[in-house]
């Protein structure tokens, strides 16, 4: 439940424009509070792109909504993305983007009247929670609109368009979590030998096509975390799918390529589940 001291606090505040110019809805609270704002870069940003060709279970999208809640904290920005193929009317689209204020410094603190100072620190702690909410709330729009009707995957032109925005992301620190089961079924390429079984792929050979392609991006030195590489299925991770090893390690050989050569690094490669929480 969103915070009524927030709404109260930033009553009159919808959104307002980053650094960069890029949209953020999540309400300021110096902005509510009048207090001049000292612009400066979130320290870290996580982009959750999500895959709506992939279809997760109860297990797989929790850990997506307890991966992205754990990782946004005061100074940290958070970006949904979702797509699927663009000939679906699925392109890549921003579905919300926000960024968690830093908090004041001591000395601006001391130089602050305390009824203000008292609002703001009580609007500061709402709006953690107020934008974890609005992120978990727009991956689940995202997840809900996925579909096994959809016959194409257009992951590397969505990974593509995704990199310039994260590339110039101000955050020091910049996550990407992937939501997908990785498997490309573009004009470009597919991974897949059937419905329900995926082909081993010569990465080398896979990711020459990618670069013809002009498809290789640039993500600014960001972490990459999958959630999902592999699903296949009409539930994703149901008896019907069918994942031999040499496959799953051919893929996870050719993104981890990929991703070196957009300038990135796979952190974690979930097949289809993340090891470990993602470090902030």
Known sequence: ?????????????????????????VPSCYAANK????????????????DQTTIFDEKLQN????????????????????????????YTEVVSA????????????????????????????SQVAWAKEHAI?????SLAAASTDLAKSDILA??????????????KQKVLLMASD????????????????????????ELAAAERANLIGDFGSARVVVIGAGLIGPAGNSKASYR??????????????????????VAQFGRPALLQPIKQ
């Open 137 to 141: 709330e727009a991956i689940k729009k």
């Open 98 to 125: 926000g960024t968690i204020e830093p908090p004041l410094s001591d000395r601006d603190r001391d130089a602050t009247n305390q009824r203000v100072l008292k609002t703001f620190d009580v609007c500061m702690k």
């Open 244 to 265: 031999e090893a040499p496959a799953m390690n051919a893929l996870a050989t050719f993104w981890r390529h990929y991703f070196e050569k957009s300038n990135a690094v």
């Open 182 to 205: 990785m498997l490309e079924n573009s004009s470009v390429s597919s991974f897949y030998a059937s419905n329900t079984r995926m082909r081993t792929i010569d990465p080398a050979k």
């Open 35 to 50: 207090i001049e704002a000292r612009p400066s870069p979130p320290a870290r940003e996580i982009f959750v792109l999500v």
């Open 63 to 90: 850990s997506i909504f307890e991966n992205t809640w754990g990782y946004l904290a005061p100074n940290s920005a958070y970006t949904v993305v979702s797509f699927s193929a663009f000939a679906q009317g699925r």
């Open 1 to 25: 439940m969103k915070s009524r001291l927030l709404a109260a606090a930033i009553a009159g505040f919808v959104s307002v424009q980053t650094e960069a110019g890029t949209l953020n809805e």
């Open 158 to 171: 969505a990974l593509k368009d995704m990199s310039a925005r994260i590339k110039e992301s101000p955050a």
